[in-house]
């Protein structure tokens, strides 16, 4: 079945430095989304990506989908504190329905 | 707009025991999934609902888990004769469904807490 794999696993940063995730899927994807979800708490929705190649920015952040539509990374640029949490991404398939598989997620920790 | 719904938020259960999990969708949404987490863990997929029929129950086992979306009501996950392995959170997400491609941004609810003594 469809795997989607993301490094690192943990990250450890001090405050203002820069942050990525890359996520990778075993077989090629209709969408990707990406989550956040804070410690104790639930995921939130971040963003889709739709488009091979597709780049998105929120703020800080900066959501990429590769060409083949198998992989993708979020950037954030200056973490702050409040950026602690994990990060999942969200593939959707390509075929019946769009059934999605959450990644391993990317645990960070924003040291003051 | 209130949105995903998910009772009770923290649960106790002696090992054989039954468990109920109850997720009421956000409005609108017809499209129900649930997940586990363990500590430390990612999101494991269990099962994905519409109203009245189960679409993909791939991710939940044969045993003992069963899930449910009635017409009227919220959704159940409901787990029989629990044991200490099924100690987790339990994530319930909706979505709408509407422009398939386009969509299916999952709006979790708070979760519930199971603790199997």
């Known amino acids: 079945g469809q795997q989607v794999m993301q490094i690192p696993q943990y990250q450890h940063v001090q405050e203002g430095e820069d942050f990525t995730t890359y996520c990778n899927s075993s077989t090629t994807l209709s969408n990707i989304q990406w989550y956040k979800q804070r410690p104790g708490g639930h995921p939130v929705f971040l963003i889709q990506?739709?488009?091979?190649?597709e780049v998105k920015k929120q703020k800080r952040l900066t959501f990429q989908f590769g060409e083949a539509k198998k992989n993708s990374s979020l950037h954030i640029t200056a973490t702050q504190t409040t950026d602690v949490g994990t990060y999942f991404c969200?593939?959707?398939?390509?075929?019946?329905?769009?059934?999605?598989?959450f990644g391993t997620g990317t645990k960070l920790q924003v040291i003051p | 707009n209130a949105g995903v719904m998910q009772n009770p938020r923290h649960l106790v259960r002696r090992r054989g025991q039954e468990a109920r999990l109850r997720c009421s969708p956000m409005?609108?949404?017809?499209?129900v999934y649930w997940y586990r987490q363990l500590p430390e863990e990612g999101l494991k997929f269990m099962v994905y609902l519409q109203k009245e029929n189960i679409i993909d129950e791939s991710g939940m086992p044969k045993e003992r888990f069963s899930a449910e979306f009635p017409k009227e009501g919220p959704s159940i996950l409901r787990i029989q004769q629990v044991v200490r392995g099924d100690s987790a959170a339990y994530f319930c997400?909706?979505?709408?469904?509407?422009?398939?491609?386009?969509?299916?941004?999952?709006?979790f609810g708070p979760g519930t807490r199971l603790t199997v003594l």
């Open positions: 409005k609108g949404h017809s499209h």
């Open positions: 969200a593939g959707l398939n390509s075929g019946g329905y769009q059934k999605v598989t």
């Open positions: 990506l739709v488009k091979s190649g």
């Open positions: 997400a909706s979505s709408s469904g509407r422009g398939q491609r386009s969509y299916n941004e999952q709006f």
